[in-house]
């Protein structure tokens, strides 16, 4: 699994309280109602707010990254005009709407980045149309289909048109997978002339298209991190 983080409470846990949902509440109802006044009815499977939609959005990532979009994006009319625990509190609600159990300890600025949201039962594989990254080796097929090969389970990423130095570097020493990712799209990645690094270990980013036997990435970013790919 690409970049594994080492993480001790999902939202499982008990990683809120009810009295911060109750608050959260509260906050919803006052700033919130206008656009999503549809999203809490659980017979709508488009929900934005509850259901798998909603979890599939935002699973085996840590809460901070839904804190963070709300928080900076919320309400529709007055970005990132709440105070940060009302934010908190807003994040609360949510849990509880998706009958995240409570617990005895509320959300904070601290504690979202070492809470994962996954299902029940568990991490699963990312949906399609998730933002991904992945590393493994650049090829050609005989149709001259240029594809990932060795490639790590996608993992979710924050930039699509950017790799971080920590990234990068990571990168470099993350152990390859089993998988094989057809690559679309190079002409928005860059300049990136893939006939330069066939063979070589490559990190890519972009929207992962979900199809049987022919899964693939609709590139964003493409970078050569060792001029050898070795399984």
Known sequence: MFFI??????VWSGVYTAAQAERGRAVYEEHCIECHHGDLDPQNTASRLIGDRFLDRWREETVEYLFNFVSTSMPRRA??????????DAVGFLFHLN????????L??????????ERKEGPKPLPGNSLVQVVGCLIADADDTWMITHATEPART?????????ELKAAESTPLGVHTFRLQNF???????PLDHIGEKILIKGTLIRQINRERVNLTYIKSIDSACEP
Request: glycine share 4%; proline share 4%.
């Open 108 to 117: 904070t600025l601290d504690t979202i980045q070492k809470i994962r949201f």
């Open 5 to 10: 983080f080492i993480l001790f409470q999902t």
């Open 79 to 88: 970005p990132a005009s709440l105070t940060k625990n009302a934010y908190l």
């Open 187 to 193: 002409a928005y990645a860059g300049r990136f002339n």
């Open 99 to 106: 009958k995240f159990p409570a617990g005895n300890r509320e």
């Open 158 to 166: 924050r930039r699509n048109d950017e790799a971080t130095t920590e």
